[in-house]
C-alpha cells in the first residue's frame, strides 16, 4: 500500500539513492497505488538533486491538478525542486503561492539565488524574511554567507556574523567554516585567520 511505497522511497532518498527512489515511484504508479504528499516531497527532492526538471514539472501538475499546491511542505519542496534545477523564476512562483513560509521555505529560495548568481538578491531576501519576524537556522545562514563574496559584501558577512553570534551558533563548526569562507572571498583574510583561531575545533 502507500505506507508500504513511502517507507521504501523514503529509504533510498534518505540514503541518496534518488535514481532508486523515482523507479520505485514509477512501479507505485503502475500498480496503481496514487502518490500522497509523503511520495511526492521525497520524489520533489529527488528531482531537484538529479536536475530532472522536466520529470519534476510533471509531479507539480499532477500537484495542481489535485489542488494541494499550497500544503507548506509540498510548497516548499517545489521551491526547492526549481532552486535545485536552476529554474529561478519557477521557485521563486511556487514561493510566493505559498499562502504560509516558514523558514524552509525561505532557505530554499535564498540558496536558489545564492547558488544561481544572484548574490545581491539572495541577501535581499534574507533581511526580507528578517524583517517578517522569522528566525534564521544554520542552513539559512551558511545560504546567505555563500551569497557574500567580494569586498563589496563584506558589511553583509559582518552583519550576518554578528547575527550568528547573537543566535548562540557561534560555535558551530559549519557556521564557522562557512563565515571563514565568507571572510576569505571577501577578500578579509585578517578577520579569517582571527575567526580561524578561534573556532573550538577544525575539521
Request: net charge negative.
Amino acid at each position: 500500500n502507500i505506507v508500504t511505497w513511502n517507507a521504501l522511497i523514503a529509504g533510498y532518498a534518505q540514503h541518496g539513492f534518488m535514481n532508486e527512489a523515482l523507479a520505485c515511484f514509477e512501479l507505485m504508479l503502475i500498480e496503481g497505488i496514487y502518490p500522497d504528499g509523503i511520495t511526492l516531497t521525497y520524489c520533489l527532492k529527488a528531482c531537484g538533486i538529479l536536475g530532472l526538471i522536466d520529470r519534476g514539472k510533471k509531479m507539480h501538475e499532477w500537484i495542481m491538478k489535485h489542488g494541494i499546491e499550497k500544503d507548506l511542505v509540498l510548497g516548499n519542496s517545489l521551491v526547492y525542486m526549481y532552486a535545485r534545477c536552476g529554474s529561478i523564476p519557477d521557485s521563486r512562483g511556487a514561493f510566493e503561492k505559498l499562502d504560509i513560509r516558514d523558514v524552509i521555505s525561505w532557505t530554499a529560495l535564498i540558496a536558489g539565488y545564492s547558488e544561481n548568481g544572484h548574490a545581491e538578491e539572495a541577501y535581499k531576501l534574507y533581511e526580507k524574511m528578517l524583517h517578517e519576524g522569522l528566525v534564521p537556522d544554520k542552513v539559512t545562514f551558511i545560504c546567505t554567507l555563500k551569497a557574500c563574496s567580494g569586498a563589496v559584501c563584506l558589511g553583509h558577512g559582518r552583519r550576518i556574523h554578528q547575527q550568528v553570534v547573537e543566535s548562540g551558533f557561534g560555535m558551530d563548526v559549519y557556521l564557522g567554516n562557512a563565515l571563514i569562507d565568507m571572510y576569505v572571498k571577501c577578500e578579509s583574510l585578517e578577520d579569517a585567520c582571527l575567526l580561524s583561531n578561534r573556532l573550538p575545533m577544525q575539521n
